[in-house]
């Protein structure tokens, strides 16, 4: 299923490219072979706690992490994690060079006591459903140099914390990524490879995967059914704070999308006042070179490249991730509003019988 939440932020936290160098490193350095791509992930539970631990801790900071596990036919098993530490160095040279060194450090010891140290991806916290960005895609292309079966998990504890658990996991779509590296990313490109803005991200399926052992003992620590905070936040009628968040960053969107349109439209114009511009000097190369052959003069060449050379096509990218994002906000506020419509006929009902 391809993802329709395709969002942008200024903000990023995907790993810094020294990271999946480190990783290539420590695993040979040469990609490693597939024949297929990956359809569905299954996630330990114990990774879950992690993911979930870790971006909560950090609020309202962004982090990032490793994912460590398997890739077994079209099924990636995540089984392993660490979290990346945050930047402390002023320098990002220093910074990025610390993380990189914590990284070889940590899937040195995992080896070492045995544990899953191959690197399938990186997990990632979101703001209100803010991250698809450019960087997370030069990320998922520099990954796939070297692991071709690599995903990212996001996690957003803001969405969390309205009763859903907002988890999922994405890769690019490997046409785009052709696409990407053949530097073709403008309306031609995409028009010629049949990819529209719904086509950059893949969403793929997760499953969680518990050992019977783990099982038995949350089933023996398992408390008498009640009420948990979650379930009470789901019948909050209270939506005005999560809508008006959404509709402000998607009146942002349409800003940010009404800039990319003018790039377009002064592209046109530069064309089209480069066509005038050549028009003219060609009618009057034209007369020049009418006026020398009646004087037994060799004729000039009518090509000038050196005068009128090609305007760069703009890059359609930013624009397709801004629609995607408006596309994400809009059904965001659809799915808020119909719970919170849900929501007032239940207590209507409730009410009306004396509940």
Not at 157 to 165: D, E, F, K, V, Y
Not at 234 to 244: C, D, G, I
Not at 265 to 283: E, I, N, P, T
């Amino acid at each position: 299923m391809v993802s329709d939440q395709v969002l942008i932020t200024k903000e990023s936290a995907s790993p810094p490219p020294t990271y999946y160098n480190m990783a290539a490193a420590l695993e040979g350095g040469a990609p490693r072979a597939h024949k297929e791509l990956v359809k569905t992930v299954q996630l330990e539970g114990q990774v879950l706690l992690k993911i979930i631990q870790h971006c909560s801790e950090a609020l309202p900071q962004l982090v990032t992490g490793q994912l460590l596990g398997l890739d077994v036919g079209q099924q990636l098993e995540v089984t392993d994690c660490f979290a990346f530490p945050a930047a402390v160095a002023d320098d990002d040279v220093e910074a990025e060079s610390a993380g990189a060194n914590y990284q070889l450090e940590m899937m040195r010891c995992l080896r070492e006591v045995n544990v899953d140290n191959n690197t399938v991806g990186w997990y990632q916290s979101a703001n209100m459903g803010t991250f698809q960005t450019v960087e997370l895609i030069e990320t998922f292309i520099n990954y796939h140099e070297n692991i071709k079966k690599c995903v990212c998990i996001i996690y957003d504890p803001q969405r969390s914390a309205r009763g859903n658990l907002a988890l999922k996991a994405i890769r690019l779509k490997e046409s785009f990524i052709e696409l990407s590296k053949e530097q073709k990313l403008t309306l031609k490109g995409f028009q010629e490879a049949r990819l529209s803005w719904r086509d950059i991200f893949v969403e793929l399926p997760i499953k969680v995967r518990n050992s019977n052992l783990v099982q038995a003992l949350v089933a023996d620590l398992m408390p008498a059914p009640t009420a948990t905070l979650a379930d009470v936040d789901r019948l909050n009628l209270s939506v005005a704070p999560f809508l008006e968040r959404n509709i402000q960053s998607l009146v942002e969107c349409v800003d940010d999308i009404v800039q990319e349109q003018q790039k377009v439209s002064m592209y046109h114009k530069s064309v089209a006042r480069q066509q005038q511009l050549y028009a003219a000097w060609l009618q009057k190369r034209r007369q020049e070179n009418t006026q020398r052959l009646q004087d037994n003069l060799e004729a000039l060449p009518e090509e000038d490249p050196t005068l009128f050379k090609p305007i760069p096509e703009p890059s359609m990218l930013d624009n397709y991730l801004v629609t995607n994002q408006i596309a994400t906000y809009c059904d965001q506020i659809n799915i808020a509003a119909s719970e919170a419509i849900q929501k007032l006929f239940l207590m209507e009902g409730m009410q009306k019988a004396g509940l």
